[in-house]
């Protein structure tokens, strides 16, 4: 993957519009990238008449935005030579960013990506696909040696792509994710939209010990008596590292909601001590999430509580 540059990719402003003209060869992910920076919150138009596009361009005093036109050869209109001239004047605009990105591929993953899919490369006119993709590239090589950004995505798959547009269209101090750290009772069904399970159950459960049945989690002695056990700090390390490792992973990827639940048998005790201190342990690290407890405030399960502990 090549970039001649990359100017102010990153760089957010305020009172100019940003303007990203996108087009590449067919099958080198110009539609996958398009939807990662309608995402990241641009407006994007995919195939737009050329000769219309500075209808969208905001004019002085009017809401400024960010703006990602995508065209190619099935753009209405589409004259590369017409598109340079036109891109060159719109970024002589003082109220405008303007940069022009570039996908690109090598011919014989374009073919495998045609073949694989079954689609028709649109410029093969019933040829086969190695020469529909070479008269894509002749008509579309002014464009390539024109543009300030280049992504040749041969060896990318989508989710490489997708976090290289992140990378370089997405704000910098964004946080990206909302992480929920959550608590629940096996004995009331497990939670459907978890991310990330870890099973309480093998900490002594604090259900049986005299005088903590009636408290929580979130109650002092409850919590000493989670402590007291050999495998309690280990465990707790373990998975903490395990998050720290994958949170910035599923950032880095785009996904924008992690839910990390932690369950016990009823979902009042081991549970909710857990994931109270993951959360204190997480928020140390710089994240901020947000902490439910599902079963809190459910009688315990008492009858499930005594099958675990065998007693009869």
Known sequence: MTNSSEPEANAGTTDRQRLLLLTGLSGAGKSTALDVLEDLGWETIDNFPVRMLK???????????RLAIGFDSRTRGFVPADVIALAKELAGRDQLTTSFMFMDCADAELERRFNETRRRHPMAQGRPVLDGIAADRELLEPLRRW?????????LSSNDLQARIRELFGERDADGTTLTISSFGFARGMPPLADLVFDMRFLDNPHWAPGLRELTGRDAPVGAHIEQDPAFADAFARIRDLLLTLLPRYHAQGKSYVHVAFGCTGGRHRSVYTAECMAQALREQGFSPTVRHRNLASRAA???ER???GVT
């Open 55 to 65: 209808r969208l361009v905001a004019r002085p005093g009017e809401e400024q935005g």
């Open 147 to 155: 543009a300030d950004i280049v992504i040749d995505t041969t060896a």
């Open 302 to 304: 008492d009858e499930l």
């Open 307 to 309: 099958r675990q502990a």
